[in-house]
């Protein structure tokens, strides 16, 4: 997943090293009065600040634990899940593209009811749809649809106004490198006339874009804001998160969900298998949940709130989808992210290539 900030890469073998040292010595079953330590991954940057703030720290003061936060992105988190399956480290892993459905069926992660969770029944349907298939419940909601200057240009309504002629030379896809852009390109895809299954009617449009020079192409969100800011792009397929990135950069942005419908990110935390934390682990999952910690999600971070008792400031409500508009917001199974990712990138590089 890339984040809002370049992140430091590890090479598997620091990762692991990272992970070994940060192993609790005893797990839940040390000395009485001894802290827990719990292990959990993290996406880096302005998110695990933020995350830290509203979760980890003050989930260390109410139950006497000591977190250790680990960055690794989802595929990778993934890897270390798959390869250390039979002595696994981690405790908590995130997950932003679908991968817990891998995981759940390779039993990597430990299921969790919505009656073991104390917010289970305030939270919306689509937090907690994959609990079923032994997935994690969703914590955080990034709709993806267009960011756009408001200097520039009116109101888009449609994901076909990227291909508007008076947008030419103004436009900024990205990469399917980066989950956000793959969310894009099956929005457009979508508003195209095409599906999962066939996603050539939106790619060719867009490479058509870029070959043209009606559109640029960029990889990461750093890539945006500087797109936006020295490259002279008004309009954007990209996540309701980073607009707000944008705004506090001072860059005179709105974002909207065209009529068409749109994906969103939905962020999954899930509590590994195999640990002897499982129940500490699932309470810090379930803190995670609740309205007040939901709220500094929204206010902190501007992602849709999973809690249906969270209270949404009025100066964020044009901000954030939020209530009923969640329920139009479309989830990519990670089944089929699985399965078709690579077909869709190989497809991509083949007609930006061109």
């Known amino acids: 997943m890339k984040r809002r900030t370049a992140l430091i890469a590890f090479t598997s073998t620091a990762v692991l ?9 005893t797990g839940s079953g040390s000395a009485a009065g001894a802290p827990t330590e719990l292990v959990i991954t993290t996406f880096g940057g302005d998110w695990q600040k933020n995350f830290t703030d509203a979760v980890v720290k003050p989930f260390e003061k109410a139950n006497n634990v000591t977190i250790k936060q680990v960055t690794l992105y989802s595929a990778d988190a993934l890897a270390q899940l798959q390869a250390q399956k ?18 759940a069926r390779d039993k990597l992660i430990a299921p969790i009811s919505a009656s073991s969770l104390s917010n289970g029944a305030d939270l919306i349907d689509s937090a907690k749809s994959g609990l079923e ?14 960011t756009y200057r ?5 109101k888009p309504t449609s994901w076909n106004d990227v291909f508007d002629p008076k947008y030419k030379k103004h436009v900024a ?3 399917l490198s980066n989950s956000y852009g793959t969310l894009g390109m099956l929005s457009i895809n979508q508003a195209k006339g095409g599906t999962a299954d066939d996603v050539t009617p939106g790619i060719s449009a867009m490479g058509q874009a870029a070959k043209a020079g009606d559109a640029v192409v960029i990889k990461t969100s750093s890539d945006l804001q500087q797109a936006f800011s020295s490259r002279d792009i008004w309009l954007a397929p990209y996540a309701q998160d980073y607009a707000e990135t944008l705004r506090k950069a001072g860059q005179p942005v709105e974002f909207v969900l065209p009529a068409e419908g749109s994906m969103a990110s939905f962020i999954t935390a899930n509590a590994v298998a195999g640990r002897a934390n499982i129940p500490l682990a699932t309470k810090f999952i379930d803190f995670a949940l609740s309205s007040d910690v939901q709220a500094k999600f929204v206010s902190g971070m ?3 709130s999973v809690n249906q008792k ?4 009025e100066d964020l409500k044009s901000k954030v989808v939020w209530g009923s508009s969640l329920d139009k917001l479309q989830r990519l199974s990670g089944a089929t992210f699985g399965e078709k990712s690579a077909t869709w990138l190989k497809q991509w590089n083949e007609a930006i290539a061109q």
């Open 17 to 25: 090293a990272s992970l070994t040292a940060c192993m609790p010595g």
């Open 86 to 103: 039979s002595s696994p480290q981690i405790d908590v892993v995130f997950f932003s593209g679908g991968q817990e459905a891998t995981a």
């Open 133 to 146: 298939q032994g997935e994690g419940p969703v914590i955080q909601i990034s709709p993806v649809g267009l």
């Open 150 to 154: 408001t200097d520039k240009i009116d």
């Open 173 to 175: 896809f990205t990469d």
């Open 302 to 304: 501007t992602y849709s």
């Open 310 to 313: 969270t209270e949404i400031p």
